[in-house]
Every structure is written in C-alpha cells, then in structure tokens.
C-alpha cells in the first residue's frame, strides 16, 4: 500500500497481510519478507533504520552520523531523519508518514510515527511537532502527512475500566466515542482513534496542520477483506499472532542535501 504519491520526491509504504509477517517470532522468514518487500519498492535493507517500538512518545531525530550501526533505535515511537531510510513494524497501530511538501525549499527530511492508544493519548503528536519546530521545520506550512490504516472505531472497543472509555473523555475526547450494546462483561464503547490522532494534528498548537495536507486512509486492520474474502492487513486484536507486523517505511526519492549511510 502505497502514500503520499502526489509527491514525486517521496516512497512511502506499509506492507499487507500477503507480504508476509514482517516481524520476529512470525512464521516463515521474516527477514526475507522485509527484504523482498523493501526491494520491491525500491529500498535498501542496508540503508534502513527500524524504530524499537514501545507504545511510547519518544521522538528521535536521526542524520547521517546519528545512524544506529545496527539498523534499530531503541525506545523510540517516533523517527524523524535528515538521512537514513526509515522504517517500523506494527499490526493494529496506526503508522504516519511526515514528509516535506516542497524540499525545493531546503527542506528534506522524513518522518514515521507509531501511534498506538497509548501514544495517541499520551501526546506523540504534540512532541512530533515540537521537534519539527526545533529543526526548524513549520508544521503549518512545511508539511504533508499520510495516516496510514490502523483498527478504526467499527473495531476498537473499549470497556469502563482504567484502560477504558474514561481516559478519552478526561482528555476531551467524548467526540470520539460512542457507547455500544453491553455483553455480558458490561459497558462498552467504540473509539475513533483515526479521528483524533487527525484533530490532534489539525489543532494541537505544536502541530496545527491544515487539513488539507493530510490523508486518512480509510480501512480497518480488523475487518479490511481483498476481493477474496481474506483479510488484507495483520490484526493483533483479531488474530493475535506475534510477529505478524506489517512494515511501514519511507524514503526521500531524490536526496541532494542527504547523504546515504553506512550501517
């Protein structure tokens, strides 16, 4: 699945359920099936550095000699690189792709976000664009931002209990939920965490990026079917299949201030 293809500078892509897990502990190799995936959309295994995810907010920014020998970055959520290819691995989550609107005006870099729940809530929107503004970057102005598939509201389902519904409305996020028919367990409600993570990036102060600069892709990891009938994307919460990730990644196409890097 590809984004952001109104900019010929840039690749950005996150694979589907048919490519393979892309993750360790998933069946078969992952390892060739991020090389065949990589190759195919025209990037190098070798130059590509993977975010170390944990549900966080952490940002880092990467350039050439920042590069991690060992292709991972460690504890991180969130890379924005002025060099490396960059890439990261997640099933139900949603990944978002940063990318320059026109590096005619010496900006060139890119950027790919998780934003899981926790994230979302915990405020990696906001640290994403404080530190675009610390490189100088204006997320007003500079920007245009993929959101890639992840679990949509008809999917994600949350109950009244500390991880529940409670925590959107004390952020202010009762818009974004929507009370359902209870089980026999109780109470339950669907939340759009496309929705917010999309009000966040319009009006979050750090970020106020028009809307008019971001895509939304409309399916759902849960419930998303090819014409065949199976499923189109890997589902932690359907399946529970470790290692079962979807690799999203994106490159600058033409890099004239960016150098390659060796890993």
Not at 26 to 39: S, T
Request: glycine share 12%; proline share 5%.
């Amino acid at each position: 699945m590809r984004f952001l293809e109104h900019l010929p500078h840039i690749t950005a892509v996150m694979s589907e359920r048919s490519d393979g897990p892309m993750g360790p502990g998933g069946n078969g190799d992952p390892a060739e099936n991020r090389k065949r995936f990589l190759e195919a959309n025209g990037f190098s295994v070798q130059q590509m550095v993977l975010a170390g995810l944990t549900d966080g907010i952490a940002v880092r920014v990467l350039t050439t000699r920042g590069a991690p020998r060992d292709g991972v970055v460690p504890n991180t959520d969130g890379l924005l690189s002025f060099g490396p290819d960059i890439g990261l691995r997640a099933q139900d989550c949603f990944s978002l792709f940063f990318a320059p609107s026109d590096p005619s005006d010496g900006i060139e870099f890119v950027g790919l976000v998780h934003a899981g729940w926790r994230g979302i809530l915990g405020g990696i929107i906001a640290v994403v664009g404080a530190t675009l503004s610390s490189r100088g970057i204006d997320p007003r102005h500079d920007l245009e931002v993929a959101i890639g598939p992840g679990i949509r509201q008809c999917c994600y389902v949350v109950r009244d209990d500390e991880n529940g519904w409670r925590q959107y409305l004390d952020r202010g996020y009762e818009r974004f939920v929507e009370e359902i028919e209870p089980d026999a367990v109780g109470r339950r409600f669907r939340v759009d965490l496309a929705g917010i993570l999309l009000y966040q990036l319009t009006t979050f102060p750090e970020t106020s990026i028009p809307a008019s600069h971001i895509t939304v892709a409309e399916e759902c990891t849960y419930c998303t079917r090819n014409g065949n009938g199976t499923y189109r994307f890997a589902s932690w919460r359907r399946d529970g299949l470790k290692g079962a990730n979807m690799l999203s990644a994106i490159r600058m196409t033409t890099k004239r201030g960016m150098e390659t890097i060796e890993l």
